[in-house]
């Protein structure tokens, strides 16, 4: 059907290729680029008339002062939106929250999603029921887990309070204190996505190549050795898929901190980006400077994805 | 091969089929939600406030069977104000428009400076509809050059709420404070009868509407945040009300929280000021006698809530029979069905000579103190209600009073934030 | 042969010490991760003054059932549970449907700017629905498709991340297995069903239980397209049972979040048992 050699090339074990110039094709090729044009086209042209052509519009509209309410209103106005981003004061403080509240999300619900995962891939008594368990968080709704987690933070009747009361020590106010409400929304989040992370890395070691392992176990290796030198670079795809979509969900969280905080304490404690555009859009009736926001982080993401595409690219021709 | 191949394409055109497969599957409300030209049923988006589904069906079916050829359908517009206007703006954007919608105190000015509310005062005169009845500080919240844009539903105003036992306990006599001062004085009082871990008084914090609440605080001494379109904050009688508040969370006499209706009903506050729309939650949840009271200061209590409201771009018959509707919606009797049900307060003045009104205010002392202070609101500062945001943008304010920060740098920041937003988004366009 | 395989599979090195140390570590997974949950549960048992006081009530006394019976009644709960299987339902099979040919054809065919389409693909991953439903909101009432499952459902249905997920998983794979199969002879279409697809089985489920948790929890643009119980699913009807003006009663909400994530918890418990077959199953058919 094809030459050995093209397919070998065009299938590899291993991480994603890189973002270039696909192989050389012969003319024979053909039937193969229809057919996946014909697999693609259905998603493409949904992703395009429900996601693109709204970006777009939004793009549009970050140059105006739309208001939500005024559908046909729009003035533009030039570059002032972004002009009046580099400025301001909440600026700062917003891109801050959000990108300690992804770092940490990203990296702590990776390293206990994995550590989770290696944990219940044993075969231990009660594992499954265990499993189920992790992965319960994740099905709650956000607007749900706010109220939960309540009775865990709350000053006045939280378990943390019930806890460090006994031991005569103080409540800080996870509420009223910017640091700790931070603290507090990035915990619930880490709290509720763990199962995401850990299902992933899970189907993942389900999914692996036990002929390795027993090539391990034959060569007499620790179980610490096995896990750097056999399990984690068969995970490499896997992880690199996780720190692209765990980054990508915890930026665009929403619900648990309107949940929680509203933003606040002190107005944008806790206000990440896409909390912003809503407040912007919906509160403050400046759609026009929520697009903008929106322009920019999607723009900002768009760079970090590229940048961990290449990284892991060279990563894995090295 | 060529087998191989068809098959391979009756795949891919089963994927392509997947949308069209899903076009057929075409739900079971998929009938038209409302004709253009009128007749049709009256569509009314509302959040049921004070989970009022049931008596919203009620007033519906009483106003369909004293208006045969009418029908009005509820439509679930959103858990809260803020998603009723969140659809509303969606099916401006295009799409059929409802015929009614609720409009909360925050959310119907941005809608009339749009140009998106129709004006009511000649739809209802021209429907024979008098407003004279309804209480006038709850109408007069409508108005926006000179015409009103909503009309009063389901409205509320905080109140305040005392547990009795430690109120006698502290020695004090079985009333509210009639002026903060006097609660300055009674606070060490309470403190010292509730102890360390509870507090004399909860209030929401600057994410939950202290805003609202705060407004009382500055009135009763004199200032406001705005006069008109102008921001006042940094006058001196509003810095000295938030200074009042600062004192009062040095001492740690008062305390911030989500729902201070929580605290208060677990007995750790002693006091609170909470909307009368959590009064009946709070006879169900304390265990423990409490009473109501007027909020500190005369005439100093803000009104609250939501209204009904119409859209401009409906056809002249549907906005004849919409607003024949919300004028039944907030007559005598439905207010008075309306609000013993949620605890909202009743919009007509006549409403305090109902009989059965005047029944359920004698079984609810706590509910008439409410209804009494009606007389004493008074409508809100613009910089809270109608400047896009307000409402958060005082509250971060009052967040950073409440943790130490100079409260008149504070407001002074406040008010030229507060003037900006006038400038920009409102002088523009009246 | 597989069942021996997986069997063997994560005992290889145990030794009673670890055993020990593995126990010791789900009982701690289990109390951090069970006590927020316990609060959910225990709050949907407890009567309405119970649920704030202080000190913290670990046990409801008294015990109740009328949250449920609250939630089951004072709402039409079946109507919006029939409502959110049917919206899942369609969505998952859409997206998993989608994303595995989009994912094929991203990983194991090659076309020129293949890359680039990939690229297109993930990068609707930062796009957050904020900013796209007002204007989907307007194209959808002008097809006259609010209130109808085809409104809900197809705005939704491209899938970016099962796409991702799905391709990284195809590409994994070992090249001489299926190098092996097209000298065989199998067309493209045959090599995903009965090579590709074995061998891919519990990544392909736990895309499944995501989709099906994402979906089952959509609550924004449902909201925006339903108008009452005729299309709405059960978190928008939910949020009947709040209260807007503080004083909410959470029992039946609580009761309410218990009797929404049972079903999808359930299907994990069904699910995750298939995640086993794997690479094993695959490697013996082929």
């Known amino acids: ?318 | 091969m060529n087998d191989l191949t068809r098959r391979g394409f009756l795949g891919l055109a089963g994927a392509a089929g997947v949308a069209a497969g899903l076009a057929a599957c075409a739900g079971s409300g998929s009938s038209p939600t409302s004709s253009a030209g009128g007749g049709g049923p009256i569509q009314f988006w509302s959040n049921h406030p004070g989970t009022s589904k049931d008596t919203e069906t009620k007033i519906i079916e009483a106003f369909q069977k004293a208006n045969p050829g009418f029908t009005v359908s509820l439509i679930d517009g959103g858990k809260n104000y803020e998603e009723v206007a969140q659809k509303f703006n969606a099916a401006l954007a295009g799409g059929q428009l409802p015929d009614v919608i609720v409009a909360s105190d925050v959310t119907w000015f941005n809608f009339a400076l749009n140009k998106q509310l129709a004006p009511l005062d000649d739809l209802l005169a021209a429907a024979g509809l008098k407003t004279d009845d309804y209480v006038d500080a709850l109408y007069n919240d409508y108005t926006f050059n000179g015409k009103h844009y909503a009309l009063p539903f389901a409205r509320s105003t905080p109140l305040f709420y005392y547990n009795k036992a430690i109120w006698s306990a502290a020695g004090l006599p079985d009333r509210g404070p009639a002026t903060w001062a006097e609660f300055k004085e009674w606070a060490p009082k309470l403190a010292a009868v509730v102890g360390a871990d509870k507090v004399p008084l909860q209030m929401a914090d600057g994410s939950n509407y202290l805003d609202w609440y705060f407004q009382n605080m500055a009135w009763s001494m004199g200032g406001q945040l705005s006069k008109e379109w102008t921001a006042t904050a940094s006058d001196p009688k509003t810095v000295a009300a938030g200074t009042f508040l600062q004192e009062l969370a040095k001492n740690k006499w008062v305390k911030f929280s989500k729902s201070p209706d929580a605290e208060f009903s677990a007995g750790i506050a002693a006091c609170a000021l909470q909307s009368t729309g959590t009064l009946g939650g709070i006879t169900k949840n304390a265990k423990f006698d409490f009473g109501t009271a007027f909020l500190p200061g005369d005439g100093a209590c803000p009104t609250g809530g939501a209204g009904v409201a119409i859209p401009a771009g409906l056809s002249d018959e549907r906005k004849k029979n919409a607003v024949k509707f919300i004028e039944y919606l907030t007559n005598v009797e439905s207010t008075v069905t309306f609000t013993q049900a949620t605890g909202y307060m009743p919009v007509r003045k006549s409403a305090l000579n109902n009989d059965a009104e005047k029944a359920f205010l004698e079984k609810n002392p706590r509910a008439k103190v409410a209804v009494q202070q009606l007389a004493k609101t008074r409508s809100q500062d613009n910089a809270r209600v109608l400047v896009p945001g307000g409402g958060a943008r005082i509250g971060k304010a009052l967040d950073q009073i409440v943790q130490g920060q100079d409260v008149a740098t504070v407001f002074a920041a406040l008010d030229k934030e507060t003037q900006a937003a006038i400038d920009s988004q409102i002088k523009p366009k009246l | 042969m597989s069942t021996h395989l997986q069997v063997s599979q994560g005992d290889r090195h145990r030794t009673p010490l670890m055993s020990v140390a593995g126990y010791a570590a789900m009982i701690v997974v289990v109390l951090v991760i069970a006590v927020p949950l316990f609060w959910i549960l225990i709050t949907s048992f407890k009567e309405r003054q119970d649920i704030y006081v202080r000190p913290a009530q670990y046990w409801p006394s008294p015990a109740t059932t009328d949250n449920y019976r609250d939630t089951v009644t004072s709402i039409p709960f079946p109507a919006y549970f029939r409502n959110s299987l049917i919206i899942t339902a369609l969505l998952a099979a859409a997206k998993i449907t989608l994303g595995v040919l989009s994912a094929y054809a991203l990983s194991l065919l090659r076309f020129p700017g293949r890359n680039l389409v990939f690229l297109v693909v993930i990068a609707a991953l930062m796009v957050p629905n904020q900013i796209t439903v007002i204007s989907n909101y307007a194209l959808i009432a002008q097809l006259g498709w609010r209130n109808t499952f085809q409104g809900i459902v197809i705005p939704l249905a491209g899938v970016a991340f099962g796409t991702f997920l799905m391709r990284n998983q195809f590409l994994s794979l070992p090249g001489e297995i299926i190098e092996a199969a097209r000298l065989d002879g199998a067309g493209p279409m045959k090599l995903l069903w009965r090579v590709v697809m074995p061998m891919s089985w519990p990544t392909l489920v736990a895309f499944s239980l995501i989709t099906v948790v994402n979906e089952w929890n959509e609550y924004l643009w449902p909201f925006l397209m339903s108008d009452n119980e005729k299309t709405a699913p059960l978190q928008v009807g939910l949020t009947l049972l709040q209260n807007n003006e503080g004083g909410n009663n959470w029992g039946p909400v609580m009761a309410g979040t218990v009797l929404t994530v049972l079903p999808i918890l359930i299907l994990f418990l069904f699910l995750q048992r298939q995640m086993i077959k794997g690479l094993t199953a695959g490697a013996v058919k082929s």
């Open chain 1, 1 to 318: 059907m094809q030459p050995a050699a093209e397919v070998a090339t065009g299938v590899r074990a291993g991480p994603p290729p890189p973002v270039g110039p696909p192989p050389r094709r012969s003319g024979t090729d053909r039937r193969e680029w229809l057919l996946a044009a014909a697999l693609l086209l259905p998603n493409l042209a949904l992703l395009t008339l429900f996601v693109y052509r709204p970006l777009i519009d939004n793009f549009r509209l970050s140059f105006t002062d739309y208001n939500i309410s005024s559908p046909t209103g729009a003035t533009p106005v030039g570059t002032a939106n972004y002009v009046e981003w580099l400025g301001r004061d909440d600026t700062r403080t917003i891109l801050g929250n959000t990108v300690v509240f992804t770092f940490a999300t990203v990296l702590i619900s990776m390293v206990l999603g994995l550590a989770l995962a290696l944990l219940l891939d044993q075969k231990l008594r009660g594992r499954n029921v265990v499993r189920s368990l992790v992965f319960a968080p994740f099905v709650v709704s956000g607007a749900a887990i706010g109220v939960a987690f309540q009775f865990v933070f709350d000053p006045s009747f939280g378990l943390i309070r019930d806890l460090l009361t006994r031991v005569g020590a103080s409540t800080p106010d996870f509420f009223q204190d910017t640091g700790w409400a931070l603290f507090m929304v990035t915990t619930t989040y880490i709290w509720k996505n763990l199962g995401y992370t850990f299902v992933i890395y899970l189907a993942a070691l389900q999914g692996r190549r036990i002929d390795l392992d027993e090539a391990a176990e034959i060569d007499g290796a620790s179980p610490w050795t096995h896990f750097r030198r056999v399990l984690l670079p068969q995970l490499r795809p896997t992880t690199f898929f996780l720190s692209i979509t765990v980054l990508l969900n915890s930026v665009q969280v929403f619900d648990l901190i309107y949940a929680q905080t509203r933003g606040g304490p002190v107005g944008t404690g806790t206000t990440t980006l896409v909390f912003q555009v809503y407040q912007e859009t919906f509160v403050n009736m400046r759609a026009g400077y929520g697009a903008t926001v929106a322009t920019i982080m999607f723009l900002i993401l768009l760079a970090i994805t590229f940048v961990q595409v290449r990284v892991m690219d060279r990563g894995s021709t090295a």
